[in-house]
């Protein structure tokens, strides 16, 4: 009896110590939850400061070389080619034969105009002197003038076609492709393609710009090139045209004519980069914020700010010109604002944050 009692008792102190190690165990966790719960509360965030400084508005875009001039050009009558006198690379002045069709009888029908228009004059010639004396009527020599000024006409139209068995280079350029050989039929309808001729003397870069770009440009104005095969040597280059309307993106579109070095070292098809300095550059200090602080896009015109209390703010601002990765501020912030430019995706009006140092 005296046994159990024992035992009874043994168990009892074993139960009630676990029961106290238990319950100090779940006040040390709780302890600890609060802790972490009070850490999540926070939103980890990357911040920068509102600042005025002078801004670098020099900006770079980039584009392709296209060729001052290129046409794929086909012929416009019918016939067969009898000699082609140039190859694919060589360089042709305008108005130079590249190949000639056979004429045969584009050039008995010229010799036949030629002929009826001699006649014609003579006769006009006859009736003219016949009419000072009485001999023919003011009617006659009005028709023996028709006659010549119609046979005239079709003498120029049959010259016309005499030259047009020769095919002449319309600009000077590089043959960049032939497509035509000794024997090939030419049709008019569908026109045969013939050449490709590319002039590369001058290129034309063609890239895009913004809104805020495009209004410190002028056309004329100078313009610093390179290529990216090319890149340690510069291209002097000036803006010939710059688009009056936005594409659906709202860039502007701007062409720079480019003269090529004496090697060619240009090619069409090339990707440039060209160095825009503005000719209407202000050098008033701007206030400026990183372009990561924006919630969304800069159109968006958001931005949180890091409270005194180490809440965050959502702000409405009004954003000015984008200058690469920064922004101008017109309105909504003030110097020394403290801007969160990472983990805005976590916040929402009034959440607290840790700054990450």
């Known amino acids: 009896m005296k046994n159990k009692i024992t035992t009874v008792v043994i168990i009892l102190g074993a139960l009630g110590l676990i029961g106290f190690v238990l319950s100090k165990n779940k006040a040390s966790n709780e302890a600890k939850t609060a802790v972490v719960a009070e850490n999540n509360a926070t939103v980890v965030v990357k911040v920068d400061t509102v600042k005025t400084e002078s801004v670098n508005q020099?900006?770079?875009?980039?584009?392709?070389?296209?060729?001052?001039?290129e046409l794929n050009f086909s012929a416009e009558k019918s016939g067969k080619v009898i000699s082609v006198l140039v190859k694919e690379g060589d360089r042709v002045s305008k108005g130079q034969t590249l190949a000639v069709v056979r004429g045969d009888v584009i050039n008995v029908e010229a010799q036949t105009a030629n002929a009826n228009y001699q006649n014609a004059l003579s006769d006009y010639n006859r009736f003219e002197s016949a009419y000072k004396t009485g001999g023919v009527t003011k009617q006659q020599l009005d028709q023996a003038r028709i006659n010549m000024?119609?046979?005239?006409?079709?003498?120029?139209?049959?010259?016309?076609?005499?030259?047009?068995?020769?095919?002449?280079?319309?600009?000077?350029?590089?043959?960049?492709?032939?497509?035509?050989?000794?024997?090939?039929?030419?049709?008019?309808?569908?026109?045969?393609?013939?050449?490709?001729?590319?002039?590369?003397?001058?290129?034309?870069?063609?890239?895009?710009?913004?809104?805020?770009?495009?209004?410190?440009?002028?056309?004329?104005?100078?313009?610093?090139?390179?290529?990216?095969?090319?890149?340690?040597k510069a291209f002097d280059g000036k803006i010939t045209f710059?688009?009056?309307?936005?594409?659906?993106?709202?860039?502007?579109?701007?062409?720079?004519?480019?003269?090529?070095?004496?090697?060619?070292?240009?090619?069409?098809?090339?990707?440039?980069?060209?160095?825009?300095?503005?000719?209407?550059?202000?050098?008033?200090?701007?206030?400026?914020?990183?372009?990561?602080?924006?919630?969304?896009?800069?159109?968006?015109?958001?931005?949180?700010?890091?409270?005194?209390?180490?809440?965050a703010k959502l702000k409405k601002v009004t954003a000015g010109r984008i200058f690469g990765e920064q922004v101008e501020i017109l309105n909504g912030l003030a110097n020394g604002d403290i801007v969160i430019t990472s983990g805005q995706i976590n916040l929402t009006d009034g959440t607290k944050v840790t700054v990450l140092k």
């Open 58 to 69: 020099n900006f770079t875009t980039n584009g392709t070389f296209a060729p001052a001039q």
């Open 149 to 232: 000024v119609n046979a005239k006409a079709r003498l120029t139209q049959a010259n016309i076609n005499v030259g047009d068995t020769r095919i002449k280079a319309p600009f000077s350029g590089i043959i960049n492709k032939k497509y035509i050989e000794v024997g090939t039929i030419l049709a008019g309808m569908p026109p045969t393609e013939m050449f490709e001729i590319v002039d590369v003397s001058k290129l034309k870069l063609k890239v895009t710009v913004n809104e805020n770009q495009v209004s410190s440009l002028k056309i004329g104005s100078p313009v610093k090139v390179t290529a990216t095969v090319f890149p340690d």
């Open 242 to 311: 710059i688009a009056p309307k936005a594409d659906a993106s709202l860039n502007f579109a701007v062409e720079i004519e480019i003269v090529n070095n004496p090697s060619g070292d240009l090619k069409a098809g090339m990707y440039g980069t060209a160095n825009f300095v503005p000719t209407t550059t202000d050098n008033t200090p701007l206030m400026i914020v990183p372009r990561t602080a924006f919630v969304g896009s800069v159109s968006a015109n958001e931005i949180f700010v890091v409270e005194k209390d180490g809440s």
